[in-house]
């Protein structure tokens, strides 16, 4: 009995004391909180619209009775559209970072501070290209987020979304970096030029409608990517919510682009100089990768040798399994960078160095 006894009191312990290892392990987040809450906005647009719809219904409409429904000839007025989404202030002299898909159209843009300031903000600049647009708002002495330092993300660490989903100001969630350099794609219909596709940072922390333009924070309050974009479930309202898959810009790809933005307006984005497309499985390959379709004359892959045929696999020994992968990977580089690029040719893996180019060259 008393070997028994000394088992189980030796169970409890471990367990007990377990518990209390655990719990002493978790952050605290409140301080966290309370220093980059008051730097997280809520971004207000109306959007210019000009009611398609009733336009459709009027062209359908016999002559005599379009001309009625049509004002007596003048045109239909325009209704307005409003939006909404979040940003946060990295300059005390009032510059606000925020998405372009938030501010994309807008007719007029106002910056909602914590403490229910509000303040019109001028459009800096925006890239559709990285889904990111820079703000302008007249205040001085105003609290910032720090950017985090490059290259600092790990998989596993904590992060919080802070953002107005479904227009809750200052809204909280916490979870852990899930995966990184996830591509992540979305199209407007206007081509593949202008495509937003980054290199994600997938978290597992709640991102909502309305928390787009809002930061993820690391432990230190450091903001370590933009919120973007869900993979979106089905809410008890019938509303599309979280499942546990958001995407943020990460803060490398973001400081590079609002840089660009406030020094002239437009952006630059590194780029290989080929078309890409899926590659097919065969004899010689294995079905993942990126298969070039045809190679730019001058272009950074025609100077390192790159052909038509070859199959990109890996940028800097990081795997590339898609045309779209690719993409989203180069577009984590700055023009003029140099990166490894791992091919297959003929059944052969071979690695050459490309030195990057910009979407902005000729050709």
Known sequence: MMVRAVL????????????????????????IVAASSPAVVKILVEYEAENPRYQEELEELPESLRRFFNFRGRPPVPRERAGMGSGFIF??????????????????VVVRL???????AEIIGA??????????????????????????????????????????????TQGIVSALNRPVVSSDGSGDSERTIFPGVQTDAAINPGNSGGPLVDLSGNVIGINSAIRAGTTVSGEAGSIGLGFAIPIDLAKNVAKQLIDGGTVEHAQIGVSVGAAVSGDDITGIGAEVGSVNDGSAGAEAGLKKGDIITAVDGQAIASADALVA???????????????????????????LGSDKDAG
């Open 91 to 108: 300059s005390s002299d009032g510059f606000v970072i925020t998405n372009h898909h938030v501010v994309e159209g807008a007719k007029h």
């Open 329 to 355: 990977s180069v577009r984590a580089y700055q023009p003029g960078d140099t990166i490894a690029v791992t091919f297959q040719r003929d059944g052969k893996v071979q690695t050459v160095d490309v030195k």
């Open 127 to 172: 890239d559709p290209r990285s889904d990111l647009a820079v703000l302008k708002i007249v205040a001085d002495s105003l609290p910032i987020l720090r950017l985090a330092d490059e290259g600092a993300l790990k998989v596993g660490q904590w992060v919080l979304a802070i953002g107005s989903p479904f227009g809750l100001e200052s809204t909280v």
């Open 8 to 31: 189980f009191i030796s169970a409890f312990w471990g367990l007990t004391g377990f518990a209390s290892l655990s719990s002493a392990a978790l952050p605290d987040f409140t301080e």
């Open 114 to 120: 914590p403490n229910r300031q509000e303040y019109d």
